[in-house]
């Protein structure tokens, strides 16, 4: 079945590190791929998107690039801040569901 | 701004309650959802709704049911609560259907205790 693989946390970095979470994903035909946060003590909220293979979805100085090949969706930025502090899910949908990763702990440390 | 409301922050019941956990959006969205999060599990569906007085089973319904009367308001039902059941419930939203379905915006969620 359809399934989402997504780096363990915590990952801890310094301020203005370079960051890299990584998503893979398992599934039939062409879903559509998320990454949505979780700040303290808040809801999830989408982060960005891509609906098609080689699309480039940005937000807030992140990215990620649907890679149908090596079915990857792996979040990145280039500086990171203490505010980037959360929890990142990454997801996949098709029509009938969404699927989420366990999610990946973040810590940036000033 | 979208705004999904949940009822509770925090909820403490003890093993056999009924419990109901609230949820109202103010958008007009057509879908909502209820999700439990555990840690090392992520995100996992119980219920969603497509409109209202309708109903669909997510992945993991049993123990649980739901209620739409009205189009912004979705409500969770535990039963018969169970220590099992102690959890962050969150509750989404979302307008359209199909891909755009899965746009979803959360509340903050009701950390559920169950004793």
């Known amino acids: 079945g359809d399934s989402v693989t997504q780096m363990e946390g915590p990952v801890t970095l310094s301020e203005e590190a370079f960051l890299t979470i990584n998503c893979t994903y398992t599934a039939t035909g062409y879903p559509s791929l998320f990454w949505y946060v979780q700040y303290p003590g808040e809801g999830l909220q989408l982060l960005l998107k891509?609906?098609?293979?080689?699309d480039k979805g940005s937000n807030k100085g992140f990215e990620a690039t649907y890679r149908k090949e090596t079915t990857s969706f792996h979040l990145e930025k280039g500086s990171v801040q203490v505010s980037d502090s959360a929890v990142y899910f990454c997801?996949?949908?098709?029509?009938?569901?969404?699927?989420f990763g366990k999610g990946t702990r973040l810590h940036i440390l000033p | 701004d979208v705004k999904v409301t949940q009822s509770s922050r925090y909820l403490v019941k003890r093993t056999g309650e009924k419990v109901f956990l609230e949820c109202v959006q103010d958008m007009d969205h057509e879908n909502m959802f209820w999700y439990r999060q555990d840690p090392g599990l992520g995100l996992r569906l119980i219920y969603f709704?497509?409109?209202?007085?309708?109903?669909e089973k997510g992945d993991i319904p049993e123990g649980y049911s739901v209620s739409r009367e009205k189009k912004e308001r979705f409500s969770l039902i535990l039963e018969s609560a169970s220590t099992n059941q102690t959890s962050m419930y969150l509750c989404?939203?979302?307008?359209?259907?199909?891909?755009?379905?899965?746009?979803?915006?959360f509340g903050a969620g009701t950390r559920l205790s169950v004793l």
């Open positions: 989404a939203s979302s307008p359209g259907a199909s891909g755009g379905r899965w746009i979803q915006y």
């Open positions: 997801a996949l949908s098709r029509d009938d569901k969404i699927i």
């Open positions: 709704s497509y409109d209202v007085k309708m109903k």
């Open positions: 891509a609906t098609k293979a080689d």
